[in-house]
């Protein structure tokens, strides 16, 4: 049997793209706060007040990740969490100052690591690019929530 080509095996690539990612983020963004941390920063400095579940949903973080998450942005003074008046049983997350200066902070390290990270592409590539992995990540999400009908192929 020959082996496969692993250049047409979508997980493998994703995988690569994914560690390339990884190196870039750590050399030029944070390597205290990660990606995963800064997207919930940034969801929550467009929309403070959500709730953890909401959060997660925005992100694509799962129930124990965003758990994680909300903890170590919240031990490292970057979230606020209080009681949500209408229901007691949730806590409502807001960015802190330092909060909202971090995110600022790591938004500019942020575009200049996506222009490395993208110059392979030119302009109307990149579009196409994110227009393919968004699909294909919108579809995996269906595959995780098995209530919503997988997208049917174009």
Known sequence: MAAADLTTHPGHLARRLQQAHYLLWNAMVSEEITSPQYAVLNTLVAEPGLDQRTVGERVGLDRSTIAEVIS???????????????????????????????????????????????????????????????????????????????????
């Open 72 to 154: 170590r942005l919240s031990r490292r003074g970057l979230l606020d969490k209080v009681r949500d008046p209408q229901d007691g049983r949730r806590s409502l997350l807001r960015p802190t100052d330092e909060g909202v200066r971090t995110h600022r902070k790591l938004t500019v390290r942020t575009a200049r690591m996506n222009q490395v990270f993208l110059a392979p592409l030119t302009a109307d590539e990149r579009t196409v690019f994110f227009d393919l992995i968004r699909r294909v990540a919108d579809a995996a999400e269906g595959l995780r929530n098995p209530s919503e009908p997988l997208a049917a192929p174009r």
